[in-house]
């Protein structure tokens, strides 16, 4: 997206920090929650993804460069029968949270969640956008 690194506060300080990869600070950016114990771009749907045990919720952003803006949220590990959650990971369609107690990943399905694929933040490698859903334009199968 842009090549910077971003981090969220943590322990209700509401906000996510992008960062140069040489450590300098680009900007701050105030988000919803009560303690927020990751962040991970989603490069299916140009988004963020935020972890909050506060909240016990999975957000989801849309940024824009100069701010994130909060699109859904939905329960996380607390309410699906596991401990707090704490991190988060998103590959594909799937959003991975680690649990605290019994020592687990939870994973959710965010197939059907917004996409801000028209943001130019985000351009596509292919312009009919053929890859999204796991799909690939060099796949084929074997013929003899």
Known sequence: MTGNIFVVGGNG????????????????????GASQ?????????????????GTDSARHYFFDGTAM????SFPGTSVAGFSNGEGVAVIGDR??????????????DVSTAATDAGNPLCPR???DDFERGDLSAW??????
């Open 13 to 32: 300080e509401n906000r996510v920090f992008e960062y140069q990869p040489d450590g300098t600070f680009v900007a701050g950016f105030p988000i919803n």
């Open 37 to 53: 114990d990751g962040v991970a771009f989603d490069a299916e749907r140009c988004s963020f993804w935020i972890f909050d045990s």
């Open 69 to 72: 803006t909060e699109q859904e």
């Open 95 to 108: 959003l991975y949270v680690a649990g605290t107690g019994p020592f687990a990943v939870v994973v959710f």
């Open 125 to 127: 490698v292919f312009a």
């Open 139 to 144: 796949s084929s199968r074997a013929t003899r």
